[in-house]
């Protein structure tokens, strides 16, 4: 039964399209369909640039980064009134560090930004239409991570930037130094951008929305929450440990307000987050690679 | 062209696709068959890379599919509607994809007036109706104007007139000397559009043919005969060694003997007939006959001991049965 009986004759030759020059066919054999748009090898800024285009043409873009540079104008400009209104002593902390309840709270968006880049893809069925365009998973992952990272760095170190240049303004403290100056703009823009690509990373593992940003809340907070938890005496290393590697306290070392004295300081989140990062990736990378659409 | 070497797929216990070699051969319509659950789709996943094979491969012009340098230019797929981004413009959409392969965004109007989406390029693809998504689907995978097309189930939701204009696309790129594979399980559909056959059932290849052969090999031809003597015709038949069987109102079918044979037969013994014609089974007949096998066949291996389907002109019984009613539930009451 599944003996193949003699094939139908294929065409004589192909009906060339008539608007077509000739030079688009590449020599196929009969019966063969050349197509006359010209063949030119993509790469990978082909496959940013059609990642540029998805990240800009859906909505929660503009709702997610738009309502986190709400919230880091809106917070960080409160705080620096409430502080101004109620004569508070500023010299014992820096006043960029008024910037840091913003940013803690627009992470948030960035984090939902940075699993929806992947994972909408899957609860729509996108990802099918976007690997048979582009077979190559790394690619892929490294345009959407390229894409992500620069949007998120930029909005976020520009947002900052704004929020400090206005706090400062309307504060009188001890005038931030120059590292004060590049670690609570590009050093927070680029550590929230991080956790955006951790997000991604994580959204490319879980490839479920909810489930991925509901994680990275709870990644983001968790280890806080515990730590206040840990009454017992032997536990008291752990809680110092959670309390340090916490997200919320390396955010704030970054602004030199980390409620701890101890663990990381000044751009030592940075390497934290990017090795934490980095691990993600690779994994999501196996994942992609391995695993069925 | 498009070759499956022993493609095998297993999802745990259960095998999907078993040791599926075809080629897919340029230049015609290829019609893709088999009943839901049969492989079909995971087939095309696999063809196109999203799926892993257990076993066996699949070359796309000799290169597998992660190979390609601009796979939009080598083949372009319609796996289902749905594979499109809601909140995105259809143009939108497809710019993205074009980009990816540095096709020319030029292209992505020109696909959407071919398939009739012009109006609505700027519109998001959530609100459109399943026919819409469809032709949505269609222009990307026209995009790169490719030699390979594959479509999964294309005229689902599409209207008379949406049909119609897909059964002339798919010819028309046939005729240029492309591949077409199409899946359906709408047999009628097939017979109008197909050139081949690939038929499988539960994974396994049954037939790899002509359109015109798979008829002629699978399909049963008889004679039917309609006489107000039906008595005294079947006691004559009877006599003659000839093998007649009731077929209900009052009708009589013969497979061995023509109908010029049973004229002269019936003339000859004085018998007034109201009705003699020969008769084909048609492609879904055909087609049942076949899967109907295969699910008997395999019976032994149906974990939810599941019937065979009825063998007979209720067409669509099959679909109901293997579309998520109860084992065991009678298909004709459903």
């Known amino acids: 039964m599944t003996t193949p009986a003699t094939p139908p004759p294929l065409p004589q030759a192909p009906r060339a399209p008539h608007q077509h020059p000739p030079q688009g066919w590449e020599g196929g054999g009969p019966g063969l369909y050349a197509s006359p748009i010209p063949v030119r090898t993509p790469g990978l800024g082909d496959a940013i640039a059609s990642e540029w285009t998805k990240i800009r043409s859906v ?222 990736m690779a994994g999501a990378f196996v994942s992609l690679d391995r695993r069925d659409v | 062209m498009i070759e499956l070497d022993g493609l095998t797929k297993r999802f745990g216990n259960k095998v999907a696709v078993d040791h599926l070699s075809c080629r897919i051969r340029p230049g015609m319509v290829t019609g893709f068959l088999g009943p839901n659950g049969a492989g079909k789709s995971t087939t095309m996943r696999m063809m196109l890379d999203l799926d892993n094979p257990t076993g066996g491969s699949v070359r796309i012009d000799g290169k597998h599919y992660r190979e390609l340098q601009e796979p939009l230019k080598h083949i372009g797929a319609l796996l289902d509607a749905k594979s499109m981004h809601g909140g995105r413009s259809a143009y939108n959409n497809l710019l993205c994809l074009a980009q990816s392969n540095r096709i020319p965004a030029s292209r992505v109007s020109h696909v959407l007036d071919t398939v009739g989406l012009s109006a609505v390029a700027g519109k998001k693809s959530k609100g459109f109706s399943l026919g819409m998504g469809q032709r949505l689907g269609i222009a990307a995978a026209l995009l790169g104007d490719p030699e390979i097309l594959m479509f999964d189930e294309p005229v689902n939701g599409l209207d008379p007139e949406g049909i119609h204009w897909i059964r002339n696309l798919m010819k028309a790129l046939a005729s240029d000397g492309r591949t077409i594979f199409v899946s359906s399980h709408l047999m009628s559909e097939m017979a109008l559009t197909a050139d081949h056959l690939i038929v499988i059932g539960q994974g396994r290849l049954l037939a790899d043919t002509s359109m015109a052969d798979f008829i002629q090999e699978n399909s049963r031809s008889y004679v039917r005969m309609r006489s107000p003597e039906q ?104």
């Open chain 1, 59 to 280: 909505r929660s873009t503009m709702w997610t980064l738009g309502v986190m540079v709400v919230l880091l104008l809106g917070v960080g400009l409160l705080a620096a009134f409430a502080v101004s209104k109620s004569d508070a002593e500023m010299d014992g902390t820096p006043v960029l560090s008024l910037g840091f309840f913003g940013v803690l709270l627009g992470s948030i968006c960035v984090i939902t930004l940075g699993v929806l880049t992947i994972a909408s893809e899957y609860g729509t069925g996108m990802i099918r239409t976007t690997l048979t365009a582009c077979p190559s998973r790394a690619r892929m992952l490294i345009a959407k991570s390229v894409v992500f990272f620069l949007l998120s760095f930029t909005i976020t170190t520009v947002t900052t930037g704004v929020v400090g240049v206005l706090q400062t303004a309307m504060l009188d403290g001890g005038t931030p130094s120059a590292d004060d100056w590049l670690r609570s703009t590009v050093g927070v823009g680029l550590y929230v951008a991080m956790l955006g690509l951790l997000s991604l990373a994580l959204g490319a593992l879980i490839r479920h929305s909810a489930g991925a940003i509901t994680i990275m809340i709870a990644v983001v907070l968790l280890p806080l929450v515990l730590a206040m938890f840990m009454f017992s005496q032997s536990l008291a290393r752990v809680q110092q440990a959670l309390f340090e590697y916490s997200i919320p306290n390396q955010l704030g070392a970054l602004y030199d307000a980390s409620m701890t004295t101890s663990g990381p300081s000044g751009w030592e989140p940075l390497w934290v987050i990017l090795g934490v990062t980095a691990v993600a």
């Open chain 2, 231 to 334: 008595e005294r015709l079947r006691d004559a038949l009877h006599s003659a060694g000839i093998v007649a069987v009731e077929a209900g109102n009052g009708t009589l079918e013969i497979d061995a003997a023509t109908t010029e044979q049973l004229g002269e037969f019936a003339a000859g013994h004085g018998i007034v007939l109201h009705e003699l014609s020969s008769q084909r089974a048609s492609l879904e007949e055909a087609f049942m006959q076949m899967t109907a096998g295969s699910v008997e066949y395999h019976a032994h291996s149906d974990s939810d001991g599941r019937q065979p389907p009825p063998v007979g002109p209720h067409w669509g019984d099959q679909w109901n049965q293997q579309a998520g009613t109860a084992p065991g539930d009678d298909p004709k009451g459903v």
